[in-house]
Every structure is written in structure tokens, then in C-alpha cells.
């Protein structure tokens, strides 16, 4: 699978929008792009996924660049409990499991 | 909403016991998962199974076994625990390949 790059670490304020950046560079044509969160002391939740279109739910956006070498997990209002480690996961549907990097850790202040 | 529920949350055991971590999803997944989350390396992916019966190891299946008797069940055993098993096990589930995974909210094991 694909590799993605990640910020360490943001920070946002609450009620605020939050834009999550992701790289995926070497992504091929049949990768999905999956996001999942993690909250302390909690298993992996998933968020979203996406191919190629913009995809929205009611936890977040996904927006997807044209040539798919990037994508954005969008919060549309940041509340404490979104602080949370954010993983971007390239998943080509093989039989096998998600691969997690480092991911983003995001802090919300009051 | 999917459940995959984990039957403890914390665990304490001794070296050279044998330990069972059970997991249950309630949402008649075909592909389960057994990972485990130490800080700095991840999570790594110890077994997985795409249906009853059976089984595939993952990245690190040393010292551990799975045991898939029924769909909604996926057992992890620790054949004779080491403290180098001390970790976060988290168990998922997903109906399949191409659809979202579903976490559990771990067993904190602690072998003394």
C-alpha cells in the first residue's frame, strides 16, 4: 500500500473549522483514501472514506485533489471532544489490514 | 451502529500463562482483526481472519494464536505470555475488503 505523509501536530481553536492535510503522492489508481480517528484511550473510529469524489458525512468532509495526490479531512466545527490522533490511510481493498502511520494529533482549546 | 465489543478493558497475567482476549462484533462481518498498539510502533497487525475457520497471520503472529469457531467471534490466545506482550490489543471487524473497519476499544494487557 501507498504511503502517506501527515502533519505531527495541530492545533485549533473550538467552534472553528479545521482542515486535516494529507499526502499521498504515490497513490494508485484503485486506493481508497480512509480516515480514522483516535481518541485517548480508545480503539481507531473511523471517520471517512473516499475514491476520487468529495465525500461528506456527519462527522466530516473528505475533499480529494484532482489528481489524487493529496486530500483533506475537513471538521466543520471544531468541539473539544475531536481532539483525537487522525490517521489518512491509503487502502488498495487487498484482503489485507489498513496500515497506520504516525497520523496528526489534534488539540482543540476552549 | 456496529458493535465489536472486547471483553475486558484491562488485564493483568503472568509470565507463562496462557491468556484469551475474545472479541464479539454484533454485525455478521466476514473479516476480523487483531492488532496490537505499542506507543512509536503503531498498530501491527497480528492475525486476521476472512471467515469461520479461518485464519492468516499478520506482520508479528509470534507467541500468539486465533481461534474463529463462529462468525461473530474471533479469539486471540497468548500460548505462554512474555512481558514483551505487554500492550494495547485492539480487535476489528469489517464486512469486506473494501468497506471501513470497526475497532474495539481494547484490552490493555499487562504481563508481570
Known amino acids: 500500500d501507498a504511503k502517506t505523509t501527515q502533519p505531527n501536530s495541530m492545533e485549533s481553536n473550538e467552534e472553528e473549522p479545521v482542515h486535516l492535510p494529507c499526502n499521498h503522492s504515490?497513490?494508485?489508481?484503485?486506493?481508497?483514501i480512509h480516515w480514522y480517528r483516535q481518541l485517548p484511550s480508545q480503539g481507531p473510529e473511523y471517520v471517512i472514506h473516499?475514491?476520487?469524489s468529495n465525500v461528506n458525512n456527519r462527522m466530516a468532509s473528505l475533499a480529494i485533489a484532482e489528481d489524487r495526490k493529496s486530500s483533506t479531512l475537513i471538521l466543520h466545527r471544531a468541539t473539544l471532544r475531536d481532539a483525537a490522533v487522525y490517521y489518512c490511510?491509503?487502502?488498495?481493498?487487498?484482503?489485507?489490514?489498513?496500515?497506520f502511520g504516525k497520523g496528526t494529533k489534534l488539540s482543540v482549546k476552549p | 451502529d456496529v458493535k465489536v465489543t472486547q471483553s475486558s478493558r484491562y488485564l493483568v497475567k503472568r509470565t507463562g500463562e496462557k491468556v484469551f482476549l475474545e472479541c464479539v462484533q454484533d454485525?455478521?462481518?466476514?473479516?476480523m482483526f487483531w492488532y496490537r498498539q505499542d506507543p512509536g510502533l503503531g498498530l501491527r497487525l497480528i492475525y486476521f481472519?476472512?471467515?469461520?475457520?479461518?485464519?492468516e497471520k499478520g506482520d508479528i503472529p509470534e507467541g500468539y494464536s486465533v481461534s474463529r469457531e463462529k462468525k461473530e467471534r474471533f479469539s486471540l490466545i497468548l500460548e505462554s505470555a512474555s512481558t514483551n506482550q505487554t500492550s494495547m490489543y485492539l480487535c476489528?471487524?469489517?464486512?469486506?475488503?473494501?468497506?471501513?473497519?470497526?475497532f474495539g476499544d481494547g484490552t490493555r494487557l499487562s504481563i508481570l
Open positions: 490511510i491509503l487502502f488498495g481493498g487487498s484482503q489485507g489490514n489498513l496500515i
Open positions: 454485525m455478521d462481518h466476514e473479516n
Open positions: 504515490t497513490i494508485s489508481g484503485t486506493d481508497y
Open positions: 473516499g475514491l476520487t
Open positions: 476489528a471487524s469489517r464486512w469486506d475488503r473494501i468497506l471501513p473497519q470497526h
Open positions: 481472519s476472512y471467515d469461520v475457520k479461518m485464519k
